[in-house]
């Protein structure tokens, strides 16, 4: 018999991963703020609870997939939280974009009450979502990873245990970092290419096809021609991961110069009303800078 999985957050990403669980045939038990996803999800098979103790009681596997920091501590540690109904032998598994430091006082807080945690960030973004096809990174004890390895097979394709806890979530900001930076380089290269009088769309043929090509222009680079910023994930999200890598980079002494650089874009495309736009809408930012917007 499978795992009971708990599932407290069915965002963008969250939904999409749950649906994949259920599909892979985990009996699953879900949370969310908003009552007609859970509906959804009742009506497709799940159970649902109330609150996150409810979930902690039901299942074997609780998994979060919240917006940050202090919304995943609220659900594991706050009033009716995890901790208030977990039971001896309960694995949390927070898949959320949280600060390393966080995850290591949750899981410490919820080893005293016997229960294991593992952090499992993903990137994807909601098209390896919805496809099954995210990478998840880990961190956390070695045979907790291989007990929820089967989990981790029905949602992503590179699975990689890091390391103790918190390594994962250090992965992760150093994604947040590549990704961010490899979109801005892109939208640097489209406004500076289309305000010289060059077709967008023969400027992303050409870097496809040579040492430029990357996964940012082969999953953003047509909606970024339309301005099609229907989000997959969110500038006020990545803004806040790019804050995490730079955290991370005063623990760790190390100069981010560019990241800051980037970060202080998504802070001024949050101030301009657009932090819930995809984060390929940094292109915006540059067009601002260039007084151009012919895409």
Avoid: W
């Avoid at 650089?261 to 292109?283: N, P, T, W, Y």
Wanted: glycine residues 12%; negative net charge; proline residues 4%.
């Amino acid at each position: 018999m499978p795992d009971t999985i708990g599932f407290i957050g069915l965002g963008i990403m969250g939904k999409p991963m749950a649906h994949n669980l259920l599909n892979a045939g985990f009996p699953l038990v879900v949370l969310n703020r908003h009552q007609a996803v859970t509906d959804e999800f009742v009506a497709a098979g799940s159970t649902s609870g109330a609150r996150p103790r409810d979930i902690a009681a039901a299942c074997d596997v609780l998994i979060t997939m919240l917006p940050g920091s202090p919304q995943v501590e609220e659900v594991l540690l706050g009033p009716a939280g995890v901790i208030e109904g977990a039971h001896a032998g309960l694995i949390v598994v927070d898949m959320s974009t949280i600060s390393p430091a966080v995850t290591k006082t949750l899981a410490s807080r919820l080893a005293e009450r016997g229960i294991a945690m593992l952090d499992a960030p993903v990137s994807g973004g909601d098209r390896g979502a919805i496809a099954g096809t995210l990478s998840i990174m880990v961190g956390g004890d070695q045979e907790t990873f291989k007990r929820c390895l089967p989990i981790f097979q029905a949602l992503g394709k590179t699975i990689v245990h890091i390391g103790e806890s918190g390594a994962g979530q250090v992965v992760k900001a150093c994604n947040q970092i590549v990704v961010a930076l490899v979109i801005e380089a892109v939208s640097e290269a489209l406004v500076l290419g289309s305000k010289a009088g060059v077709d967008p769309a023969k400027i992303l043929q050409v870097l496809s096809g040579g040492l430029a090509a990357n996964r940012v222009l082969q999953l953003r680079g047509a909606s970024m021609l339309t301005h099609d910023f229907t989000p997959g994930g969110r500038i006020r999200f990545h803004h806040k991961d790019l804050g995490i890598a730079l955290e991370a980079g005063r623990t760790y002494g190390v100069s981010l110069p560019v990241t800051a650089l980037v970060d202080q874009m998504f802070a001024s495309l949050e101030i301009k009303g657009r932090g819930d736009l995809d984060h390929s809408a940094l292109l915006t930012y540059l067009e601002d800078l260039a007084d151009h917007h012919g895409g």
